[in-house]
């Protein structure tokens, strides 16, 4: 069993809890409007040559020891690039909501998904929400990302919650088809790109509660590993 700290914000205050954790998974194709969803696979497999899911939502189950608070990150390759997403911990029978990156190698992914998420770090801020106090606005809460490119800071991704199925959908989904998620760190899928993906040295993922005035931020550079000559 692996362990990481988080410090949850709750509305009476915040305070340090370890989680405990032995699986890792992420969801992909999750998103509420399904017609949508087929569109953007679809345009997957144009542009990029990913190959079409045999059923969706899909569910990519990875290595634990990939999870990461780190914010100086080493990927191999040009073109990995990060996605933000909501990220369901299950501790204790409680439902914890933070923050995370989907960070995934776009040039491998057009072969295969699985190893393309497999070879990258996912990195997740150090900040939980507890689900019980989100669930009568959840709809709301606004989700996006940034990237710095050339030194220039673009708007990368910007939707909410609502774009993405809720999380008695994608649990029940989940216990259906993979069992035991006790213990379990889960990606949720991600809202859509503004314009298409983009590599930079720099990623800011944000989830924004509007209701109860906070917000959870996500910063780590993407730094490309180099071949010695």
């Known amino acids: ?3 990481m700290t988080f410090e949850l914000v709750t509305r009476e205050g ?3 809890v370890e989680i405990e954790y032995d699986r890792l998974i992420a969801i992909g194709y999750a998103g509420r409007n ?7 696979i679809r345009e997957l497999e144009r542009d990029l040559g990913v190959p079409a899911p045999k059923r969706i939502p899909t569910i990519f189950n990875m290595a634990p020891q990939l999870l990461t608070q780190d914010n100086g990150l080493l990927f191999a390759g040009d073109k990995t690039s990060g996605e ?4 369901m911990i299950m501790q204790g029978g409680r439902l914890y909501i933070g923050l995370g990156s989907d960070h995934t190698d776009r040039k491998l992914e057009s072969s295969d998904v ?3 998420k497999q070879v990258c770090l996912k990195p997740v801020a150090g900040i939980l929400w507890d689900y019980e106090e989100l669930k009568d606005h959840w709809d709301s809460i606004a989700l996006g990302s940034d990237q710095v490119i050339s030194g220039e800071v673009r708007a990368y991704q910007n939707g909410s919650l609502a774009d993405i199925m809720t999380p008695e959908l994608l649990l029940d989904e989940l216990k259906e088809r993979t069992g035991d998620i006790s213990h379990a760190v889960i990606f949720s899928g991600t809202v859509p790109l503004l314009s298409g993906f983009a590599y930079g040295d720099h990623f800011s993922g944000f989830m924004r509660d509007g209701a109860l005035g906070r917000e959870i931020r996500l ?3 993407v730094n490309r590993a180099a071949e010695d000559e």
């Not at 399904?34 to 953007?40: F, G, I, Q, S």
């Open 1 to 3: 069993m692996l362990r």
């Open 14 to 16: 915040s305070r340090p």
């Open 34 to 40: 399904t017609e949508k969803t087929m569109e953007h």
């Open 84 to 87: 933000a997403e909501y990220v």
């Open 114 to 116: 699985l190893k393309a």
């Open 219 to 221: 910063e780590y550079d």
